[in-house]
């Protein structure tokens, strides 16, 4: 049963448009979203996160919405560019403890 | 700073053989540490949760006896992979809590395991 999706496995975006990739949840007591950027044979790092009492949160090119009564949120990436192509995680943290769920991943490509 | 140092970061060992990975919080202390796995192309998939002081926690499906955890001190938690076999091959990595006003959480840079 995966409480977190990601349903699109890849995204290719042309250098300079927008990216946006998007996360589904099961689970209405997550509370705590965050997503992760991750290379091959490297471990995750933190990009942006987002609480549930707020709706969205901005941080430079990257901004993260959060939708609770779709139970969904996306990250926008506005301009791609080609040193963002990589393997990108939602995460969700529940009100009772502190461990992460991760989605499935969903491999962005910026072409130049 | 927050920063969170794996080790090794590859390592080939012989099946029946036990494998150590030490995961290191350098600039702060770590109270709950985590460890994950990640098969080719998966989503990391929580192993366990290891306190400071006290037995770690296991996910459902996790074998307590083949995958030793030991939360020993405050900056260091190790996962033994014991008698590791071919289909314990994996890329597994740790992760801490940041210190209180934080909650984002750092990871380590993983460790590449094959058993042959």
């Known amino acids: 049963d995966q409480q977190v999706k990601q349903n699109s496995p890849s995204l290719s975006v042309q250098e300079g448009r927008i990216s946006i990739l998007n996360c589904d949840y099961t689970n209405s007591m997550f509370d705590y979203f965050l997503w992760y950027k991750k290379y091959p044979a490297e471990g995750p790092t933190f990009l942006i996160s987002i609480s549930s009492i707020k709706d969205k949160n901005e941080d430079g090119r990257f901004t993260v919405f959060l939708n609770k009564s779709a139970k969904h949120l996306s990250l926008h990436i506005v301009p791609s560019q080609p040193g963002d192509s990589a393997v990108y995680f939602c995460a969700a943290r529940g009100n009772a403890g502190n461990m992460l769920t991760f989605g499935g991943g969903t491999r962005l490509m910026v072409k130049p | 700073g927050a920063v969170v140092s794996q080790h090794p970061s590859w390592v080939i060992c012989k099946s029946g053989t036990s494998v150590k990975i030490e995961c290191r919080s350098l600039?702060?202390?770590?109270?709950?540490m985590f460890w994950y796995r990640q098969f080719p192309k998966q989503s990391l998939m929580l192993m366990a949760t290891?306190?400071?002081?006290?037995?770690?926690?296991?996910e459902q499906g996790v074998e307590k006896d083949k995958f030793l955890i030991n939360h020993a001190s405050l900056t260091l938690s190790t996962l033994t992979v014991t008698s590791a076999h071919p289909e314990d091959s994996s890329f597994y990595i740790c992760?801490?809590?940041?210190?209180?006003?934080?909650?984002?959480?750092?990871f380590g840079s993983g460790t590449r395991l094959t058993v042959v």
């Open positions: 600039d702060f202390q770590a109270t709950t």
């Open positions: 290891s306190n400071e002081g006290s037995k770690a926690t296991y």
């Open positions: 992760s801490a809590t940041l210190p209180t006003g934080r909650k984002d959480y750092t």
